[in-house]
C-alpha cells in the first residue's frame, strides 16, 4: 500500500460553491480514504475584495450534501488549524520575514502608476508581462530610508532568471519553465495580506499536506510554489494537475453554458448520489466499464495512476439521465422521503413556488396539513409508482403531478380535447357516455376504470387512444399525465365525474 496522502481541497470563498470544487474534492477523498491517510478542507479567503461571506458556508454545506467527508476544517476542527487563511496572516508574516532574511524574496517600493506604465511599455513592445525587477537590486540603506519614510511595499519572490524549474506532475510527467519567463511573484500585499502562492505553500506544508491534488489551471503556478519549497528548504508535495471540466463545445466549464453552482444542483432536485457518480466519470472509470457505481464501489479499486486526463465534458444532458436512473433505482419509501425532504429544503431556503409549476402542489401540502403530515406522506407514496419512471430531477415531480394537487385542470384548450379526425359533437358525445358508464362503477380501481373506456371504445367503434386523449385532458387538463387509469384511481371518481362534466361543457 501506498504512503498515507494527506490531501486537501482549498477552495476560495468568491461565490457560489463550484462544481469543480466538488470534482477535486471527491478525487481528495478517494486518494485520503484509500491510502488510510487525511482530507482537509482549507478555506482560502485571502483575497478580500472577491470575498464573499455566504460563499464559506455553502461550500461546506455542498460538501456535506453529496458525502464527500473531510477530517479537518473550518467546521470541524482539527490539529492543524485555524483553516481559514485569513486567521493565519500572523503565520505568513513570520514566514516572509524569513524569505527576506535568506534573500530569496525582495521588498518592492514600485508604486501602482509605475507598474501600470510598466505593462503599457510592455504591452506597446509586446514583450511578455512581468515585473522588470527594478526594486530586486536595491540596497540596504536604500530599503532602510524607503521603510523610514513610510512607503508602502509589497514582498516579492526573487526568482532566479538564469535556470529552468521543473517539477514531476504524477499525471504529465516532467513539467520544466525557464526560470526568465517566471515573474518575481508578489507574495506579500502591501495590506499585509499573502497571495495565494505563498499562503498555499506554507499551509500545504505546515499541514503536512504530501498529494497535491488540483485543477489544471494552476500547473503554472506550480513553478513558483517549487521555487518556494526551495528557499523554505521543505520538501514539495507530489502533484497531480487534474484535467478541467469543460462545456460540451470542449470551453473550459462555464456559468453560461452550464450551471457551475453545487447548490443549483441541490434546489433542482438532483440526488447526491447521482452528482458524485457523474462527477467520479470525470476522471475515473470503473474496471467493468460500468457507468453507474456508488462511492464505496469506486473506493474499491481507485488507482490515482489511473486518473484519465483527457478533458471530460460536462454534459448536463448526461447528468439528468444518470439522476433518473438513480430516481429509478430507489425503493419507493425512500423516493417520498426524498422529495419530501427536498421540498423541506426549498422551503427553508424561501424559494417560493412557481404557480405554474409548483404552487398546486405546495398549496395542497398546506392545506393537508404541512410536509410533516402522515397524510401528505401517503398519498405522495401513492402517486411513486406513477411517476418514479417519468421524471430525472425531484424538481421535474410537481409539474408532471399537478393533476393531483388541483381541483381545477380546465386551463387547457378547447381543442386539446379533440383527436384527430374527430370534431366537437363527437367527443361531447363520448363524454357524456364516459361519464355515465363511469357513474355506474362501483370499485374505482384502475383495473375497472380501464375495462370501462375499453369496453366504450368498442361499443362507439373508436380507437383506444382516440378516446384516451379527451378523457385525459378532461381529467387531468394536459396531453401530458402519468398513466391514465392509474391517475383516475387516485384522483378519485367524484372529482373526475365533475371533471368529466366540466369538460362537456366546454
Ligand atoms: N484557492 C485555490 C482555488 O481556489 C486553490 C488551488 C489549489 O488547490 O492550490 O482553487
Redesign the pocket.
Known sequence: MSEPAVV?????P?GDPHV??AY?ALFDFAMARTTGGRFILRI?DTDRTRYDAKSEAQITESLHWLGIQYDEGPDVGGPNGPYRQSERTEIYREHVDKLLDGGTAYRCFCTAERLAEMRHAQRARKAPPGYDGLCRGLLPEEIEAKLAEGIQYVVRLKVPKDRPVSFHDELRGKVEIEGKQIDDQVLLKSDGFPT?HLA?VVD?HLMEVND????EE?IT?TPKHVLLYEAFGWTPPRFRHMPLLRNKDKSKISKRKNPTSLIWYKENGYLPEAMVNFLALMGYSSPDGEEMFSLEQMLKDFDPKRISTSGPVFDLEKLQWLNGEYIRALPENELATRLLAHWTYRRGRSIEADPETDGPLHAWIDANGGLESDAVRAFVLATIPLVQTRIKTLEEYAPLTRCFFRDDVSGYEQAELIPKKKDIEGVRDLLTTAHADLEGLTDWTHEPIEGALRGLAEKIEWKPREIFQPMRVAVTGSKISPPLFESMELIGKTACLARIEGAIRR
Not at 8 to 12: E, K, L, N, V
Not at 212 to 215: D, L, N, S, T
Open positions: 486537501r481541497i482549498a477552495p476560495s468568491t469543480g470544487t477535486i482560502e495565494y498555499n500545504d497535491v491534488i488540483r485543477a494552476w503556478s
